[in-house]
């Protein structure tokens, strides 16, 4: 997982997701280049994680309306990727 800001106390981390429509709903997760570019991931380990959920929540409202991304903690997604 690459990081933007260094976590600190007090804070969640996040990542941004959208669900790709047609993929049988699969999620994907977003991961900036240095120069700012974005492309998607289906790992949410190489995603890039942000600072809390409102910086991956401000990252969501920046990309275009048609992609319909959200934040979503960092903790959750972990664990849901796991395989049982």
Do not use: C, K
């Not at 700012?36 to 809390?52: C, E, M, R, V």
Request: proline share 6%; net charge positive.
């Amino acid at each position: 997982m690459s990081a933007t800001h260094e976590f600190t106390a007090g804070h969640l981390p996040a990542l941004v997701s959208r669900r790709d429509a047609g993929a049988a709903d699969l999620a994907s997760y977003l991961v900036l280049s240095a120069e700012g570019q974005h492309a998607w991931t289906s790992d949410p380990q190489l995603a890039t994680a942000f600072i809390s959920m409102r910086e991956a929540t401000r990252m969501a409202f920046r990309l275009p309306a048609n992609l319909r991304a959200y934040g979503l903690p960092v903790t959750v997604q972990m664990s849901l990727s796991r395989p049982h």
